[in-house]
DNA sequence: CAGCGTATTCAACGGTTGTTGAATTTGCAA
DNA sequence: TTGCAAATTCAACAACCGTTGAATACGCTG
């Protein structure tokens, strides 16, 4: 069920991370967590307090790594780029390729966590709560990028064409094979490279529809 | 609380949409729901049966009058275009307007009912469970439309733009605030017009990009 | 092997959950 | 008013929840 030999402690962020992203925060228990983990009960509470803290410990282990690996690849791509900065394209790129990269891992974990970070997005409880704290910095070092791309863009079409762009991440991010259904097995969901093949020219030609000079809405 | 003059079992499902859109399912108590319509524990039981068929039963009292209301947006403008069919623009437009217009009614039941289309179809559980059964032939009568506006698309492009069309929706829909907090209140998640008014030729691009006559990926 | 701190399990607690059957109230027809 | 069915409440059930303190096992240093 739950690779034996790793450290317990691990275990069981990997069981929470992987039920907590398929079912939220209330539709887990701390006793399925620790069956999965073939560990028992207490221990979770030994280890990380309260559920939330251990909630809170899931996110915290792989945060890190995820926003130095894109910030890293952003800073890449401006300095490749030089004087006139990196294109709308790379910029999204750079912004989303990490996301593709880590899913495509063996550790099956950051799918869970990715799909995880979907669950909060999209909650307008965990939200709030969780979201600002854990992205906010990047998110705005990427806003600031994708401003000095498109000279014209208003502070406020930004925005919302951030927010775009987000929410197709994240239901991508969020692996309900929905596309799978709906195409009849046309398009697979666990198919990343297609998703972000298709994601990152469909966006850019947004940002740059609602972004550019003058544009009526 | 609750209008103390609707009839209860109405007031049952109103309670029932608004915490189950902002917790979702596991993360309601019947007991939070009865106190909230004013109501007690045992009546949810003798309207709905078992917790799972109230949560249904949330969705089914909308779902006809949304369903329909979208179709009718499509036949319209199919009506109205004549021989060549409708613009991509006009499509989008018939897909999206007739949310944003029951977002806007003074009847706040509807903004918590979306709340939850965007938790389950978010939702890697409840999504396969409950999406195709409630959109499905609607959604596929928009893909056939989009079909025939642009004429040399691959199948599976479509699909794939739709599924960054119904992200970028979706998490309007949630109604996370997000955007507030992330543009310092320059933008605001409770203005749906301007949500719209960005996302629909922000998706008509991108849409017309991955979707034009043979675009290289 | 002794000793000791850490890791892990055991057993139990008070509280809450969904659900139910019986009792009570309500609304309306005869 | 009586009677009866639908609507609503009451009281309680077994099951499960998160959490805790004490007990046990483990792993290392001396």
């Known amino acids: 069920?739950?690779?034996?030999?790793?450290?317990?402690?691990?275990?069981?962020?990997?069981?929470?991370?992987?039920?907590?992203?398929l079912h939220g925060y209330?539709?887990?228990?701390?006793?399925?967590?620790?069956?999965r983990a073939g560990v028992d009960v207490a221990l979770a509470n030994y280890h990380f307090g309260r559920k939330l803290d251990l909630f809170q410990a899931v996110f915290?282990?792989?945060?890190?790594?995820?926003?130095?690996?894109?910030?890293?690849?952003?800073?890449r791509c401006q300095g490749e780029a030089g004087e006139t900065g990196p294109t709308l394209e790379q910029i999204i790129e750079a912004f989303l390729?990490?996301?593709?990269?880590?899913q495509e891992t063996g550790d099956t974990g950051w799918r869970?966590?990715?799909?995880?970070?979907?669950?909060?997005?999209?909650?307008?409880?965990?939200?709030?709560?969780?979201?600002?704290?854990?992205?906010?910095?990047?998110?705005?070092?990427?806003?600031?990028?994708?401003?000095?791309?498109?000279?014209?863009?208003?502070?406020?079409d930004l925005y919302w064409c951030y927010q775009n762009l987000s929410g197709a991440l994240t239901l991508t991010l969020a692996q309900t094979r929905r596309i799978d259904?709906?195409?009849?097995?046309?398009?697979?969901?666990?198919?990343?490279?297609a998703a972000y093949d298709h994601m990152i020219p469909f966006v850019a030609a947004g940002f740059r529809k609602v972004c550019s000079s003058r544009a009526e809405l």
């Not at 069920?1 to 992203?21: G, K, S, V, W, Y």
């Not at 259904?181 to 490279?193: F, I, V, Y």
Request: charge should be neutral; hydrophobic fraction near 40%.
């Open 112 to 156: 869970h966590y990715l799909a995880l970070i979907a669950y909060i997005n999209n909650s307008p409880y965990w939200g709030p709560k969780m979201m600002s704290h854990l992205f906010d910095a990047l998110v705005q070092e990427f806003i600031e990028a994708l401003g000095k791309a498109l000279p014209d863009a208003r502070r406020e």
């Open 97 to 102: 390729r990490p996301l593709e990269l880590a």
């Open 1 to 21: 069920m739950e690779d034996q030999t790793r450290p317990r402690r691990e275990r069981i962020l990997d069981a929470a991370e992987e039920l907590f992203a």
């Open 181 to 193: 259904n709906l195409s009849g097995g046309l398009c697979r969901s666990a198919d990343l490279q």
């Open 26 to 35: 209330d539709g887990v228990t701390l006793r399925q967590i620790a069956r």
């Open 60 to 75: 915290e282990r792989r945060a890190a790594f995820l926003n130095n690996a894109r910030r890293e690849a952003l800073h």
